[in-house]
């Protein structure tokens, strides 16, 4: 960087003038905010403010091309002479167009044309869809948007995270997450560590959607090769907002909405009857079972019912409201360009503390429960972010980004405890009048009196320095780090919470916390030098190298405290437990990268590349990995050559090969010794054994992708089709071995066995189907089809357990089990009995619990020249199955479903709980469930007020009103448990498909007004 200092001076003293003009829609005059302006070779860019206006300064006096990209409208350039000292204008009048070949992506090298790319990338603006959309989340962004990326909800809580998988499951011991990229550093993507809420909780879930400008998102290894390890699931790429240059902008908003469980939770059942003795009802009552009745062993004289969702004595849920507001300011002149906001979110669940319970703990304590416990479901965040552009001089800018985030979270006790609240309230008798006024065993209130939370406070910082010393020669490096400090902890007071046995840690009511402390910095270095050239009058040469370091720390300090003194909320004045334990794990990368692009008259684009990653988690006896890729793009309808075809405006063929990686754990490859006490002369002396063996020899998993595709523009530009073609092949797949019990030391030991083939296609199309100047409707249709099979497992002996299993030839995680192929009522009594099934003699395999296909939907329709707008969206899953572990606890385990209780159940719903209950016999392949569904996922009606209006009563630039709702319901599925997307076995690691423990997701509505000054 100090080199630069000397040329930049001398730069400054270069004559040099002012480009400046506006960016107007040529239909009808309006102006175009957030177009992107640039001088043609330099780095000199701008964005054009809400009115449409720019200014360029600092531009090397001469003749120079300025060029303008906006999505949705189709890119321009124009000549210009800049007088020394003085201002040029040029003025732009941008045609619309649905083509998406101009459209400026993010690389690892650096923003280029899409037309450039030989794979395929798509673009999100989240600047648009937070203003109207009903969206609180980045994964909210994604979800159902962009074909081939799949985001899995699973919980039903304010504050739960997604999963997100792009192009399928890989890796059957790593994350499967995407890498995430904010400003050009890596953002943790990780589940929280320090999580004792229960329900999955990622570190990317708390990035502010208010303060994103685009995502990009590289879908697989032959676009991601130059992110190299730990890239081989895709990237995700976010560019935060920017300052344009003029008067400082002011943006407000205000939101208010409220949040529902809108699920219709099934009744528990309860059969009254007497034993048969020699023929003759006799004894007390009993439950009798449908299957005990049908063989003689007792009569059934009545059924009961009970709802404890619903039961107002124990219904936990009551609608929850959400509050956010915030702020931003941009501007700038010749030397600063800024961005700066602030954004407060206010989320309350839609759970609540029974009245019945709020009156009975108030009497027992002599004090009401706090209001974290009567309302266990809250989030409250705080957003900043600082955003600052310092033109050093005309070839030299530096970009400085600081975003932080405060940030609590409480959820109620829950998840696979089965004292938390979903194990009590559906394993619960179907009767009302046992001590818990109809849970199993615990009050509601007492669940939601041990407290759960998760609180952040994240610090997230880049510098960017990009120097053009030369006119064909770019620099650029970013160096910046995330920071994060996590505090959480699970607590119940003494005389407080639930009270029977342990239902976390403590006995009964005793009182106890487990509290966890997490500092994470996940630090970023990059660096490269782009060099361009004309070999041949047309054929340019484009050649970038790079380096690039990152390093992750994480230190973890973990305390227990159990029978703690009344009033005490610290484990130091524990009675019974006290326990402490600290946790260092270190990772580093370092890497190079070398790539070449060569164009042919701008529209054949042949890209070579190759990274090579040192990894500190990879074996001693493992050197560096390589990682290459190619890609050729050809925009062959340019050619004079290319015949006409009717309907046809463009065409454009593309294909992409590459490979990236994923890195082993931190101490997988690593043999060591842990601290332990063994009994010697009557008491414990301490000591050292042996934990792991290690792996010297572990390498990274790496997977190698080749992708064809082409694209079409139709109608005049109204119609633009992608299609895609995928193959991934990941080899070296760490699996966990086994070991002998002779060795020691663990029970497994991580070796590189696997392989797993994900093939898929992905379609989009994007179209303007009316375009008038009172009604416009666009539509945008994506979707994808997807084979996942593990190809081969070393010699490795795979499980056999009922339900999720690896099995070469076949997903991962598929379901399997004994199938249930026919049943027969075959004495005519409407039960069914065990001898009444029949069974396979082996495990089948009923289904991948991985969507086989996907799909959304966009429809968005203008009114009154686009005053009012309205956008609806459908989601679709297909081909997929659930393993519906909450009716299997309920029929198998609890006994409290109808189809044991009821002899008019249907025999489908009897023969399963038959034999998932059979001792001898036992299989839960009737409980496989399929899992297809279509949900009306979002829907926003938006009214922008006339300027006339907004400047005479609120004397701002422009207001908008939004009403939106989110997860609006099932319009179609297969799926005939509470909701398909209700999943308790989403994590970054591993897969499957069970609603088991896993609360519905939640619906939302909101109302939003945008004010611009």
């Not at 199955?881 to 198998?892: A, D, I, K, L």
Request: proline share 5%.
């Amino acid at each position: 960087m100090f080199l630069a200092f000397p040329a930049a001076n001398a730069a400054a003293a270069a004559a040099t003038g002012t480009v400046r003009g506006r960016v107007t829609d040529a239909e009808d005059g309006s102006p175009i905010g957030s177009a992107q302006v640039s001088i043609v070779g330099t780095r000199l860019v701008a964005l054009t403010n809400t009115n449409g206006d720019y200014v360029l300064p600092g531009v090397t006096s001469g003749p120079v091309t300025v060029r303008i990209v906006r999505i949705g409208y189709q890119p321009a350039t124009q000549a210009a002479v800049v007088p020394d000292g003085g201002t040029v204008v040029a003025n732009f009048s941008a045609t619309r167009s649905v083509t998406r070949l101009e459209e400026v992506v993010t690389t690892a090298t650096g923003d280029l044309a899409r037309r450039e790319v030989g794979n395929v990338m798509a673009t999100l603006s989240a600047d648009k869809l937070t203003k109207e959309a009903p969206v609180t989340n980045v994964n909210e962004i994604l979800q159902s948007r962009i074909p081939g990326v799949l985001v899995v909800q699973g919980s039903g809580q304010v504050g739960a995270s997604s999963s997100i998988r792009i192009r399928g499951t890989s890796s059957l011991s790593l994350s499967n997450e995407p890498i995430v990229i904010v400003d050009g550093i890596r953002y943790d993507n990780n589940a929280i560590t320090a999580n004792t809420t229960t329900q999955r909780v990622n570190a990317f879930s708390d990035f502010n959607p208010e303060d994103i400008e685009t995502i990009d998102v590289i879908k697989g290894p032959s676009a991601a090769a130059l992110y190299g390890t730990a890239a081989a699931n895709g990237v995700i790429v976010i560019k935060t907002k920017r300052g344009t240059q003029g008067k400082t902008q002011w943006r407000l908003f205000t939101e208010r909405g409220q949040i529902s469980q809108p699920s219709k939770f099934e009744d528990n059942w309860q059969s009254w009857g007497r034993n048969v003795v020699n023929g003759a009802p006799t004894g007390a009552a009993i439950q009798c079972k449908v299957v005990n009745l049908s063989l003689g062993r007792c009569v059934q004289d009545s059924l009961s019912r009970n709802n404890p969702y619903t039961n107002p004595l124990t219904n936990p849920y009551k609608t929850g409201e959400a509050r956010t507001a915030g702020v931003s300011a941009g501007g700038g002149n010749d030397l600063l360009r800024y961005f700066v906001s602030l954004t407060r979110q206010n989320e309350v669940g839609p759970y609540q503390m029974p009245d019945t319970d709020v009156k009975r703990i108030t009497a027992e304590r002599g004090t009401p429960p706090t209001g974290i416990q009567i309302r266990p479901n809250q989030l409250q965040q705080t957003s900043l972010r600082g955003n600052f552009s310092f033109a050093l001089a005309s070839k030299a800018t530096v970009d400085v980004n600081v975003g932080y985030i405060d940030r609590n979270l409480h959820t109620p006790f829950d998840g696979g405890f089965f004292a938390g609240m979903t194990f009590q309230l559906m394993t619960a008798p179907g009767y009302t009048y046992n001590r818990t006024l109809g849970t199993q065993r615990e009050f509601v209130g007492d669940i939601f009196s041990i407290e759960q939370r998760l609180s952040e406070q994240r610090w997230t910082g880049s510098t960017t320095f990009n120097w053009n010393p030369l006119d064909w020669l770019k620099v650029h490096s970013v160096i910046g780090i995330d920071q994060n400090h996590q505090y959480n902890y699970r607590m119940q007071k003494n005389g407080e919470g639930t009270s029977v046995g342990v239902a976390w840690g403590p006995i009964g009511r005793e009182g106890g916390k487990d509290a966890d402390r997490i500092n994470l910095n996940k630090t970023s270095f990059n660096a490269s030098a782009t060099a361009t050239s004309n070999l041949t009058n047309v054929i340019t040469s484009k050649t970038t190298l790079g380096v690039q370091w990152f390093k992750d720390q994480t230190y973890d300090t973990f305390v227990e405290g159990y029978g703690l003194l009344p009033g005490a909320t610290s484990p130091n004045a524990a009675g019974r437990i006290r326990i402490s334990s600290e946790f260092t794990t270190e990772n580093a990368t370092e890497g190079v990268f070398l790539e070449e692009q060569l164009a042919w008259r701008d529209r054949l684009f042949g890209t070579f590349g190759v990274r090579q990653d040192k990894n500190s988690a990879f074996g001693r006896s493992v050197g560096n990995t390589q990682y290459p890729r190619a890609s050729l793009s050809y925009l062959i309808s340019d050619e004079k050559w290319f015949p006409a075809i009717k309907y046809v405006d463009r065409l454009r063929l593309r294909t992409a090969w590459g490979k990236a990686g994923v890195q082993p754990t931190t101490i997988a490859a690593l043999q060591f010794l842990s601290g332990a006490t063994f009994p010697i002369g009557g008491s414990e002396v301490p000591g050292l054994r042996l934990s792991s063996i290690g792996n010297p020899g572990l390498k990274p998993e790496v997977t190698t992708e080749t992708e064809i595709g082409a694209d079409f523009a139709l109608l005049k530009e109204r119609i633009n089709v992608e299609l895609t073609y995928f193959n991934k092949q990941s080899h070296d797949a760490l699996f966990a071995r086994p070991l002998p019990p002779s060795y020691g030391a663990g029970g497994s030991q991580f070796q590189n066995l696997a392989s797993v083939e994900n093939t898929g296609v992905e379609v989009s199309v994007d179209g303007q189907v009316i375009d008038r100047p009172y009604f416009n409707w666009n539509v945008r249709v994506g979707g994808s089809h997807l084979k996942n099979t593990l190809k081969d497992a070393g010699t490795v002996p795979l499980a056999v357990t009922p339900g999720n299993r690896q099995v070469v030839g076949y997903p991962l995680n598929g379901l399997w089990d004994r199938k249930i192929i026919s049943y027969t009522d075959a004495n005519g009594d409407g039960k069914i009995t065990e001898n009444e099934v029949v069974l396979s003699d082996t495990a089948l395999f009923k289904g991948s619990t991985l969507p086989e296909w996907e799909a959304g939907v966009t429809n968005t329709f203008g009114f009154l020249k686009n005053t009012v707008h309205i956008t609806a969206q459908f989601d679709y899953r297909g081909g997929f199955f659930n393993q519906w572990g909450y009716e299997s606890q309920r029929c198998v385990s609890t006994g409290n479903c109808r189809a044991v209780n009821d002899p008019t159940a249907p025999l489908e719903a009897q023969a399963r709980s038959v034999m998932g209950a059979s001792s001898a016999n036992k299989t839960i392949w009737g409980f496989f469930v399929p899992n297809d569904f279509v949900r009306f996922r979002e829907l926003s009606v938006t009214y922008d007020f006339s300027k006339n209006l907004t400047q005479k009563y609120l004397r701002s630039k422009g207001a908008s009103l939004s009403l939106s709702g989110r997860n609006l319901g099932v319009l179609w599925t297969k799926y005939p448990g509470l909701d398909p997307e209700a999943n308790s076995s989403v994590a970054n690691t591993g897969g499957g498909n069970n609603d088991f423990y896993s609360p519905p997701v939640l619906r939302t509505y909101q109302v939003r007004l945008n004010v611009a000054f």
